[in-house]
């Protein structure tokens, strides 16, 4: 799922009070009961605003081998990129009771991956930047230390 949300909006331009936090919640519940969760019963909405307005929405989808099943976040993180791409700006995900989520460690990479330190998330202790939800975070930039050739 993709809307428009804030037409025009570039990233550094939202602090957490500019940000329509309950217009976020309300997009992860609504995604999150498309999840596909029949082994955990655990169904799981993200949902993100990105630089560009957008706001981008994934839920859980389990499978019967259990350990390929894919996180809220990776849908997520998907929608982002096969919508046309960006920076997340402003995280929240929710569980079955509608309460915040914090992201497992994968996903928190992930999330480093598309939003860098500036990510604000919604936490059940208030909004915070991605550096307090994963301090020192390995990211691309890290990848320049390398002594082999590295991706293109």
């Known amino acids: 799922m993709s809307q428009d ?3 025009g909006r570039v990233a ?7 940000i329509d936090w309950s217009a976020l919640r309300a997009a992860a519940r609504m995604v ?3 999840a596909y969760a029949p082994y955990s019963g655990f169904p799981v909405g993200a949902a993100a605003l990105t630089d560009d307005g957008r706001i981008v929405t994934g839920c859980n989808v389990e499978n019967a081998s259990y350990g390929v099943g894919l996180c809220a976040e990776c849908g997520l993180v998907s929608a982002l990129n ?9 995280f929240t995900c929710v569980g079955p009771d509608g309460e915040n989520l914090m992201p497992c460690g994968r996903c928190r990479q ?3 991956e598309f939003g860098g330190p500036e990510l604000l998330v919604e936490t059940s202790h ?3 930047p991605f550096t307090q939800v994963l301090p020192d975070a390995f990211g ?4 320049s230390r390398a002594t ?3 991706p293109t």
């Open 5 to 7: 949300f804030y037409p």
């Open 12 to 18: 550094g331009d939202a602090g957490p009070e500019q």
């Open 32 to 34: 999150m009961q498309k």
């Open 82 to 90: 096969s919508s046309g791409g960006g920076r997340l700006i402003a």
């Open 110 to 112: 992930l999330l480093f």
């Open 126 to 128: 208030g909004i915070i």
């Open 140 to 143: 691309p930039a890290d990848l």
């Open 148 to 150: 082999g050739p590295t």
